[in-house]
């Protein structure tokens, strides 16, 4: 089977970048790339923006945050890179990283060039390719909690990252710092919601919630972050590490489980529109769950907090998507209405962290 084209964002909304500037820097470092070689944006995702471009006649990517301000700890290309450079040597689905630049005089923002990894990208919905094919979703799960097993068994020492992050006090730091970006993206007064649930994670963390061993996390693992086989729909690149750290294994599986709408949820995840997880086929999050607790041998009796932290955090990153857009005019327009979609994914993530939903 041939690898569909990705999506691409139309010319006329595509945001364009200093072109010649970046030949004339990537032309010091022995790197050759043609500015008229109608480099195209990839569609998809609300945060960084991505290019394929040519890099001496072969294809590569262009990373760079979005316009406009940026959240703490988000966007951090240093941070990519870095990762990048110590896990792709032991870790096949992560892509090399080509160069990471730091000078912000040259795009207005760090950026990376990364190595290109064909295949498709499933997103909200199902590819038209995939649409019918028998025991799409079930291998679509395999493949998401497959990867994650074997990222979670990678040594962080062994890839040079031992020192990335803080795994002690995780959920703590967690809580608090979601409280935090709450606060701020609610225009300074977080809904009493967002205070019940970080009151919650705050007793959860004190009464020592935390006792996985860290892992190599991701941090915003889902399946738009998978490039796959479109055969066999085995993974073929692990991709956006901006957000990556150490951490206990739990907390990438909740943030996976975040995403993971079901037919029977609320409007707000079924709107939420990150994964085709809602169709037939797909298994729902316990037993998505249960399947990663199988894999890789660990007790998952202790995941409600981290569904709850994770469930929490992802209404605040859709509030923060809508601030800014409200606020600057700028990224994808659909963002005008993630106001509602936050609030009702706050209203979820306290039920979850209520024990009233899963």
């Not at 040259?106 to 498709?120: Q, S, Y």
């Not at 709450?182 to 009151?199: K, M």
């Not at 085995?234 to 995403?259: E, F, K, M, N, Q």
């Amino acid at each position: 089977m041939g690898i569909p084209e990705p999506a691409l964002v139309p010319a006329g909304r595509r945001i364009e970048q200093d072109w010649p500037a970046l030949a004339r820097y990537l032309a010091r470092l022995g790197m050759a790339f043609d500015p008229a070689s109608a480099p195209e944006q990839f569609a998809g995702g609300f945060g960084n923006l991505n290019y394929r471009i040519e890099i001496d006649g072969a294809p590569a990517v262009l990373r760079r945050p979005p316009p406009g301000p940026r959240p703490p700890g988000a966007n951090d290309m240093a941070r990519e890179g870095r990762i990048l450079r110590g896990l792709a040597p032991l870790f096949p689905l992560a892509p090399r990283c080509l160069h990471s630049c730091e000078d912000e005089a040259v795009l207005g923002a760090p950026f990376l060039v990364l190595e290109h990894r064909a295949g498709i990208v499933v997103g909200g919905a199902l590819p038209e390719a995939l649409r019918g094919r028998a025991g799409a979703g079930e291998a679509l799960a395999d493949t998401a909690i497959g990867t994650l097993a074997a990222l979670h068994r990678v040594d962080p020492e062994a890839a040079g990252l031992g020192g990335l992050g803080r795994p002690e006090g995780f959920l703590a730091r967690v809580a608090r710092g979601w409280a935090r970006r709450a606060d701020l993206a609610w225009d300074g007064t977080a809904p009493e919601a967002a205070r019940r649930i970080a009151a919650r994670l705050e007793a959860w963390a004190e009464e020592g919630a935390e006792a996985g061993a860290p892992v190599l996390l991701h941090n915003d693992y889902k399946l738009d972050n998978l490039i796959l086989d479109p055969g066999t729909l085995a993974p073929a690149a692990l991709i956006d590490w901006d957000l990556g750290t150490r951490g206990d294994p739990l907390w990438d599986l909740a943030v996976l489980l975040s995403y993971w709408s079901e037919p029977g949820d609320p409007p707000a995840m079924r709107e939420l529109g990150q994964m085709p997880t809602a169709e037939p086929g797909f298994p729902p999050r316990a037993e998505a769950a249960r399947r990663y607790a199988a894999r890789t041998g660990r007790d998952i009796s202790g995941l409600r907090p981290w569904r709850a932290a994770a469930q929490f955090r992802l209404a605040v990153v859709f509030r923060q998507i809508y601030r800014r857009h409200r606020d600057s005019g700028a990224g994808d327009p659909r963002a005008g209405g993630f106001d509602a979609l936050a609030d009702g994914l706050l209203d979820f993530a306290l039920a979850v962290a209520e024990g009233a939903a899963d």
